[in-house]
């Protein structure tokens, strides 16, 4: 299984991500995700979708060590804390592919840089994410059935060892 980590600041529309991928709906409504959730995509690959609250950064770092792939997004608003998302990944996991989306390109947004710019509202580069970020992670050695459910236990709850 390869976990992949979604992070950034508040409303830069993380979890609209993951709805308009898996749900294939937009809502502009706004509820703030507390801790973090988890989406399975496939049977090889979850979604983590970590909250932006400072409360939570301590249970979202110890997940940035066992990742796979991380995917911070960002608006034009927010352009400046890209770096220190990179910054708070990299100094817990030197090894991990991590790709910058730009979201809600339907207003009017400039970045050079971005790798990718989407709209969840316009439907645009959404299913464009993955593809640019899987193939920059390595292939997970494959698991027993047992170890899935360990590792699947130790990604929910960051604190079995
Ligand atoms: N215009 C526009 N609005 C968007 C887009 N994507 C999300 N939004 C809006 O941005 C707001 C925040 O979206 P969320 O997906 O909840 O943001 P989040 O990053 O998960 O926020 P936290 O859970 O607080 O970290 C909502 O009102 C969405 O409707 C987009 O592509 N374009
Ligand atoms: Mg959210």
């Given amino acids: ?83 220190i998302w990179v910054g708070r990944i990299r100094r817990e996991n030197k090894k991990i592919p991590i790709i910058k989306v730009l979201n809600k390109c339907d207003m009017d947004t400039v970045s050079d840089i971005c790798d990718l710019r989407i709209s969840c509202k316009e439907n645009k580069g959404v299913t ?11 292939i997970p050695i494959k698991t027993s059935p047992l170890q899935t459910l360990v590792e699947y236990l130790q990604q929910s709850y960051c604190s079995i060892s």
Avoid: W
């Fill in 1 to 83: 299984m390869q976990h992949v980590i979604i992070v950034g600041n508040a409303r830069v529309g993380k979890t609209s991500f993951i709805y308009r991928l898996t749900n294939k709906t937009f809502s502009e409504s706004y509820c703030a995700t507390i801790g973090k959730d988890m989406h399975v995509i496939n049977p090889t690959l979850t979604l983590h979708d970590h909250s932006s609250m400072e409360r939570y950064q301590d249970l979202c770092r110890l997940h940035y060590k066992t990742a796979h792939g991380a995917i911070v997004f960002f608006d034009s608003e927010t352009v400046n804390s890209v770096n």
């Fill in 128 to 138: 464009d994410v993955l593809p640019l970020l899987i193939p920059r992670m390595e």
